[in-house]
């Protein structure tokens, strides 16, 4: 099926082809025969030997020849030598199958099985897989058998490490044997074995193994990935952190009423505009994590015990772990008219019990060997870079520049390298156009930490939303509006934005924003947002008011690639309440189900969304009766 | 660009169907269930599935099945995983899923699930993580899904998550992109993505563009149109689609027609067959390309059928 030339078939090819189908046709019949009789004389089986020799895909011959094995061990029971020698004469047909087609899983999986009947050595096992190497080194079928016959005959971790060494040295084009080698060390490391204790050890000889890889032919992709596991390996801190919260320790959180504050000295980080009578604590972590709860976060609060408290993880599926965890305080009574000033104390108002712990002693006396191999690196790749203007060069320098920001992170050292990054990226998308969105979205994610590093930056681009109907005292607008941004981050940095601006970019997913929990308007217009299962996010936004999805691409596809992401009736682990009566499953529903299933659970009471392909009267009248809060629809009132 | 030569691929395909009698034909008799789905399903994406006879397809395929409720993959071979899947999906091609005896055919596949949460291909204990997706997928049509320990099958194909973000056959087998597809898409189907690193993996996924515009497999090796679908909508399902160059790749498939006779191969110039032409349909299907039914990429169905499946519950 793959790899042979296209040729017209004349008419004595074709005369040819039909007779040697006849001859198998009749072979093949014959053996059905014996299979469906339980036949195993030495001719059946010999029947079966030159089927599978010419075709070791017929499947069911290698299910008729253990049928065949158990039939005749039960009848030789006593006897060692005939045991050998059945096993063997099973071992010699796979190899020759093998030679036939050595991508067969049913030759492969039939060896497997002789080998658990307790026969052959390691060494006549290694044998045939050296065979195998040399014929081709990527075969995977004898990589994941050599996995199998190592586990299986206790080989060492350490032997099989130097085997992938010496591949490698043979061929560094080989990343069957680098993600076999990353495979081992991962275990070696997590195991502590001895020789292999400390990272800081291990690592730099690894770095420099790779170079020659990459070094010696930066198109090649085969040491790509493993030097992105030992940058990966680098950086990585096991225990989960605590990145950002809100409210901001050492902040004043004013809590604003109905009425309009003129002159108010604070800062749009700490005032914060009440629309109910709870409002939120949120918790944003560096990986996601589990077990948040009452008695593994306390909570110092004027406002509320702390064993009321339930924290929720924001996941889009029923996922007990999230990056971003939620509760709610509610106000005392009696409160909506003023303001109230609530200083949040200037060490964490959150402090956290065993499984979260904060700051490791172990990984802060880390940092030196961490800082001096990403420095390193980068004047390794820098120097790779003088000399050959190479696509992974730049990409690699570009993440090694972000990781060394990303470490030295105490405000204290301002120097940044997000301008040259910014570079890299726009130098990428020029040299290899093939992967131009890729590079698109790094540069977005970079250019939104360098707009979100300093407060000075943020005030720069918060304005009094001045379109908003109902402007009475309304909360400062974050607007990031025309840069170009393909994709969305830095949410840790922007947990305090109520309202905020997204248009005239090139967004077609919004995928984190479920972390700003305090959203109440949100502008994503002129974007190019492709589905409503893409505005997944925005299901986590209870507090959101007013949204803007006004000309996107919803309804213009045919395909949908957000579809898996968010909870959908067609998902198992939420399609369930979907699906036991919940809902009256009208043709409104059938028709609109993604737009139904994001917004239903939303208050919103302005909604714009003209200039999307799937706007017409129907549709528009399916969202009021979905939303029924609504009071403004594209701007005009309704009633 | 060139066109999309619809009426040749359907006309070849309906050739393959009839023409039992080449030692092609007969050398693949035992996965004969497969090519009907490979050739059935492109047929309906291409708006053509009458062009077959229904009844007849329909009582063959129900001749495949065995006595354990699973399906083989011809009349008289032995019943496995891959077939029994190509007969659940033949049949929603034709809104016919109810003829069968839904629980027979999933105690066939329940009783082929292991303590670690992995799957069976048959009685003969051959573990894969693409019959982790097949149990998953057949079940789920078959709205049987919770007969299975659903959380450990996602656990074992978790185990089977290497360093670089892909998936392989088993625990520490190397990424590759048809096991990448299985376990994206079983992942899926069971609401469980959230264990991909989408941004990884959709690198690793990203860079199988070569420069030809065609997909390979996994680094290193030459582009295949099957690899149109498998990256293609594993790509789709992570949504990071963007990242490769769609219209390069639309171009690659066209490239892989053979316009006198029909037929799609694996890189140009080479010789068709069912396989690639579904593939090269489906994956054009996924780029847009007009004139296509759209097919669900963790389902490899057409939308309209999975949407039937699940919107027709009582």
Redesign the interface.
């Known amino acids: 099926?793959?790899?042979?030339?296209?040729?017209?078939l004349k008419p004595e090819d074709?005369a040819a082809?039909?007779a040697?189908?006849?001859k198998?046709?009749v072979l093949?019949s014959q053996f059905?025969h014996n299979h469906?009789n339980h036949i195993y004389s030495k001719e059946a089986v010999e029947l079966s030997t030159k089927l599978l020799e010419t075709?070791p895909?017929?499947?069911?011959a290698?299910?008729y020849r253990?049928l065949a094995v158990q039939h005749k061990l039960t009848e030789n029971d006593s006897d060692p030598d005939s045991l050998k020698s059945i096993l063997d004469e099973e071992l010699r047909v796979v190899e020759s199958a093998l030679r036939q087609n050595f991508k067969s899983?049913g030759a492969w999986?039939h060896r497997k099985?002789i080998l658990s009947k307790g026969h052959s050595s390691i060494d006549n096992e290694l044998r045939l897989l050296d065979k195998f190497q040399k014929a081709d080194s990527?075969n995977?079928h004898a990589?994941?058998y050599r996995?199998f016959v190592a586990a299986s005959m206790n080989r060492s971790e350490e032997d099989e490490l130097k085997y992938t060494e010496d591949m490698i040295c043979n061929n560094f084009?080989n990343?069957?044997a680098w993600?076999?080698r990353?495979?081992l060390l991962?275990n070696l490391l997590k195991r502590k074995v001895e020789g292999f204790v400390s990272k800081e050890k291990v690592l730099p000889d690894e770095y420099e193994f790779v170079h020659q890889a990459i070094f010696t032919d930066p198109d090649?992709?085969?040491g790509?990935?493993y030097h992105?596991?030992l940058l990966d390996q680098t950086v990585r801190v096991d225990s989960p952190q605590l990145v950002s919260s809100w409210p901001t320790p050492g902040s004043d959180l004013i809590l604003l009423g109905d009425r309009c504050l003129d002159g108010c000295a604070s800062s749009p980080f700490t005032r914060f505009h009440l629309d109910s009578r709870t409002f939120p604590l949120v918790l944003y972590f560096n990986q996601?994590v589990e077990g948040v709860n009452s008695s593994t976060i306390t909570v110092d609060s004027e406002l509320n015990t702390n064993k009321d408290l339930v924290w929720k993880p924001l996941?889009?599926?029923?996922?007990k772990?999230a990056q971003v965890w939620v509760t709610q305080l509610n106000l005392p009574d009696g409160n909506t008219h003023s303001s109230k000033v609530f200083p949040v104390e200037d060490s964490s108002p959150i402090s956290s019990l065993y499984q979260l712990s904060i700051k490791n002693d172990n990984e802060l006396t880390d940092f030196e060997w961490r800082a001096a191999t990403i420095a390193k690196e980068i004047d390794h790749f820098r120097e790779l870079l003088s000399l050959i203007n190479c696509k992974i060069g730049k990409l690699t320098l570009a993440r090694l520049l972000m990781a060394h920001d990303a470490m030295m992170c105490p405000p204290a050292n301002k120097i940044s390298h997000s301008e040259e990054v910014l570079e890299l990226y726009n130098d990428l998308m020029r040299l290899d156009?093939?992967?131009?969105?890729?590079y698109k979205?790094q540069h977005s994610l970079v250019l939104l930490q360098q707009v979100t590093s300093n407060w000075e930056s943020l005030l720069s681009r918060c304005f009094h939303y001045s379109n908003s109907p109902s402007n009475r005292g309304s909360p400062m607008c974050l607007q990031l509006k025309n840069l170009s941004l393909s994709r969305l981050g830095s949410f840790d940095k922007l947990l305090w934005v109520q309202m905020l601006d997204l248009s005239h970019n090139e967004l077609?997913?919004i995928?984190g924003l479920e972390a700003l929990q305090l959203l109440s308007c949100l502008n994503l217009s002129n974007n190019i947002l492709g589905s409503f299962t893409?505005l997944e996010p925005i299901r986590q936004l209870k507090s959101l008011r007013a949204l803007n999805i006004s000309y996107n691409e919803i309804g213009a596809?045919?395909?949908d690639?957000?579809?898996?992401?968010c909870?959908s009736?067609?998902?198992?682990?939420?399609?369930s309440e979907w699906?036991h009566g919940q809902t009256v499953?009208d043709d409104d529903i059938?028709s609109y189900?993604e737009a139904y299933f994001i917004l239903k659970g939303l208050n919103l009471t302005q909604f714009d969304i003209v200039g999307n392909a799937i706007v017409n009267e129907k549709f528009k009248s399916f969202l009021i009766k979905v939303l029924p809060g609504l009071k403004w629809l594209d701007g005009e009132q309704l009633h | 660009m060139g066109e999309l030569a619809a009426d040749k691929h359907v006309k070849y395909i309906i050739s393959v169907e009839k023409k039992k009698?080449?030692?092609?034909?007969?050398?693949?008799?035992?996965?004969r269930l497969n090519g009907a789905y490979w050739g059935l399903t492109t047929l309906d994406i291409l708006g053509k599935l009458d062009a077959v006879d229904e009844e007849d397809v329909i009582s063959w395929i129900l001749k495949c099945q065995d006595e354990s409720g699973g399906f083989?993959?011809n009349i008289?071979?032995?019943p496995?995983v891959l077939y029994t899947l190509s007969a659940v999906q033949v049949l929603a091609l034709f809104d016919k899923v109810d003829i069968l005896d839904a629980d027979k055919v999933s105690n066939y596949i329940v009783g082929l699930q292991n303590e670690d949460g992995s799957f069976s291909g048959?009685i003969?204990?051959?573990v894969?993580t693409r019959f982790s997706y097949i149990a998953i997928c057949c079940l789920?049509i078959l709205q049987r899904?919770d007969k299975i320990n659903?959380d450990k099958a996602v656990e074992y194909i978790v185990s089977c998550k290497?360093?670089?973000g892909g998936f392989?056959?088993?625990p520490?087998?190397?990424?590759?992109s048809g096991q990448i597809f299985c376990c994206v898409g079983a992942l899926?189907?069971?609401?469980?993505?959230?264990h991909v690193d989408k941004d990884l993996l959709?690198?690793?996924l990203?860079?199988r563009?070569v420069?030809s515009?065609g997909l390979n497999g996994?680094?290193?090796?030459l582009p295949?149109v099957c690899y149109s679908w498998w990256v293609l909508s594993s790509l789709?399902?992570?949504?990071r689609?963007?990242?490769?160059?769609k219209d390069?790749l639309v171009k690659f498939i066209l490239d892989c027609q053979?316009m006198e006779?029909g037929g799609i191969?694996?890189?140009p110039?080479?010789?068709?067959?069912v396989?690639?032409t579904y593939f090269g349909v489906a994956g054009l299907?996924?780029?847009?390309y007009p004139g296509l039914k759209?097919i669900?990429?963790?389902y490899a169905l057409p939308?309209d059928v999975?949407?039937r499946i699940?919107?027709s519950?009582k």
């Open positions: 099926m793959h790899g042979r030339p296209r040729k017209p074709a082809s039909a040697k189908a006849e198998l046709r093949q059905l469906h075709n895909e017929l499947y069911t290698w299910n253990k899983y999986h099985w990527r995977f990589w994941n996995r084009s990343y069957s993600h076999n990353s495979l991962s090649d992709q085969s790509w990935f992105l596991w996601a996941s889009s599926c029923n996922s772990a156009p093939t992967h131009v969105q890729y979205d077609r997913s995928e893409a596809h045919s395909i690639t957000t579809k898996y992401l909870s009736p067609l998902s198992h682990s939420v399609g699906n499953i059938k189900w | 009698d080449s030692f092609e034909s007969v050398v693949m008799e035992h996965l083989a993959g008289g071979h032995d496995h048959d003969w204990g051959e894969d789920s899904l659903v290497n360093l670089d392989g056959c088993t520490g087998g190397e990424s590759h899926a189907i069971a609401g469980a993505l959230h959709g690198w690793w990203c860079e563009q420069k515009g996994r680094p290193e090796k295949d789709i399902m992570i949504d689609v963007h990242w490769i160059n390069k053979d006779n191969s694996d890189r110039d080479d010789a068709v067959d396989f690639h299907s996924l780029l847009e759209p669900d990429p963790a939308v999975v949407n699940f919107f519950k």
